[in-house]
């Protein structure tokens, strides 16, 4: 199985501030990218999809591709106490998806 | 939006059942999967199928078996449940294996006393 890091956290942020989650990859060859949020008790919830180098915006979150140096991150701007959840990076291998560890968040009010 | 449903939010089995886990995608994907999660361990891959009747290994297939008669249903059999296959387990389903962009499921949360 490929390997796929994360920061390992936890991350605690002050709600408004910006929430910065990394996560490199080992396989050069791969070529799609998602992060997935999980509150506890819950499955896996698509957030972001990437495909191409470069940044992807969607509400307040924006995904971030550099396929040359091997590294997606996820940023969350303006956090509210409902981004408070495990934040999974995945990387799609040969047509079957690795996951990171995860990395939680919680977002103080 | 695609819609992954499984069988039982909660299961509690004793070691020795058979135990099936039914999930059911209503999007028409080709393309679905079985995992499980643990605390510690993340996601692991049980066993994917890419089309009616077709089924592949993922990366902890031991102790377990899948069944896909219909394109909508992906089915999990634990032969012979074991303690050690409490967890949580996630159906998911996809439309298209290059980009694998997967949908999960509520998942199940199994325990095998």
């Known amino acids: 199985q490929k390997e796929v890091e994360q920061n390992s956290g936890p991350l605690s942020v002050p709600e408004g501030a910006i929430a910065s989650l990394n996560c490199t990859y080992s396989?050069?060859?791969?070529?799609?990218f998602f992060w997935y949020r999980q509150y506890s008790g819950k499955s896996p919830e698509l957030i972001m999809s990437?495909?191409?180098?470069g940044d992807k915006e969607d509400g307040r979150f924006t995904a971030q591709l550099n396929k040359a140096s091997q590294y997606v991150s996820l940023l969350i701007r303006d956090s509210q106490p409902s981004d408070s959840a495990t934040y999974l990076c995945a990387v799609n291998y040969d047509y079957k998806l690795s996951f990171g560890a995860g990395t939680t968040v919680t977002v103080r009010a | 939006d695609v819609k992954v449903t499984q069988s039982s939010r909660y299961l509690v089995k004793r070691t020795g059942e058979k135990v099936f886990l039914e999930c059911v995608q209503d999007m028409d994907h080709e393309n679905m999967f079985w995992y499980r999660q643990d605390p510690g361990l993340g996601l692991r891959l049980i066993y994917f199928s890419y089309d009616v009747k077709m089924k592949e290994k993922g990366d902890i297939p031991e102790g377990y078996s899948v069944s896909r008669e219909k394109k909508e249903r992906f089915s999990l059999i634990l032969e012979s449940a074991s303690t050690n296959q409490t967890s949580m387990y996630l159906c998911a389903s996809t439309r298209d294996p290059s980009y694998n962009e997967q949908f999960f499921g509520p998942g199940t949360r199994l325990t095998v006393l």
């Open positions: 396989d050069r060859v791969s070529q799609s």
């Open positions: 990437i495909y191409s180098n």
